[in-house]
Antibody, heavy 121, light 111 residues
Framework: QVQLQQWGAGLLKPSETLSLTCAVY????????WSWIRQSPGKGLEWIGE???????NYNPSLKSRVTISLVTSKNQVSLKLSSVTAADTAVYYC???????????????WGKGTTVTVSS | QSALTQPPSASGSPGQSVTISCTGT?????????VSWYQQHPAKAPKLMIY???KRPSGVPDRFSGSKSGNTASLTVSGLQAEDEADYFC???????????FGTGTKVTVL
């Protein structure tokens, strides 16, 4: 049974860098993409980006200039960094496993519990 | 890439059916058979209910079904039960850089 455990700082000031980590327990790490998704208070979900075991990344164009998703060396972990945060970045951030039946990473079938990040001065 | 459009709310009595639409464009839903649906209860992480338009993951009741026509996908919940009351989000693969686009979300109420 695959489980995703995530952690990181929950309170940031404007202009700081958000940093979260997601650890993958159980199952294969190398067969999937691993994504970050966020949900602003009372709003919908937004795909941030993803990474695979070889470090290949894809990002949402709307956030690409501020986002870095990377692997934690020698561990089944992925990290998210979002620079120059503002109040608009306040959200619950989820990591998720991305699967695809035709070779394209298309749907998120395992989710972490989410980390609440608040940006406030 | 704009969010996919869903109705804000839908409702039905226990045992009835409810259908939620998800409207995109020819660049996402219209171009790929990679629509997925997620159920989210309050303060919980989303749960995958449907993938590849109409496939159900193991453990998801067959009361949940999905379909697609043109640029619009739909999720139908048949035989509504109290535990089906939740928010539902659609997602579509949108090609370029493996972009995934989410829907605006629909709150389903069981009357």
């Amino acid at each position: 049974q695959v489980q995703l455990q995530q952690w990181g700082a929950g309170l940031l000031k404007p202009s700081e860098t958000l940093s979260l980590t997601c650890a993958v327990y159980g199952g294969s790490f190398s067969d999937y993409y691993w994504s970050w998704i966020r949900q602003s208070p009372g709003k919908g979900l937004e795909w941030i980006g993803e990474i695979n075991h070889s470090g290949s990344t894809n990002y949402n164009p709307s956030l690409k200039s501020r986002v870095t998703i990377s692997l934690v060396t020698s561990k089944n972990q992925v990290s998210l960094k979002l620079s120059s945060v503002t109040a608009a970045d306040t959200a619950v951030y989820y990591c998720a496993r991305v699967s695809g039946s035709s070779g394209q990473p298309c749907y998120m079938d395992v989710w972490g519990k989410g980390t609440t990040v608040t940006v406030s001065s | 890439q704009s969010a996919l459009t869903q109705p804000p709310s839908a409702s039905g009595s226990p045992g009835q059916s409810v259908t939620i639409s998800c409207t995109g464009t020819i660049s996402d839903i219209g171009d790929y058979n990679y629509v997925s649906w997620y159920q989210q209860h309050p303060a919980k992480a989303p749960k995958l209910m449907i993938y590849d338009v109409s496939k159900r993951p193991s453990g998801v009741p067959d009361r949940f079904s999905g379909s697609k026509s043109g640029n619009t996908a739909s999720l139908t919940v048949s035989g509504l039960q109290a535990e089906d009351e939740a928010d539902y989000f659609c997602t579509s693969y949108a090609g370029n850089n493996n972009l995934k686009v989410f829907g605006t979300g629909t709150k389903v109420t069981v009357l």
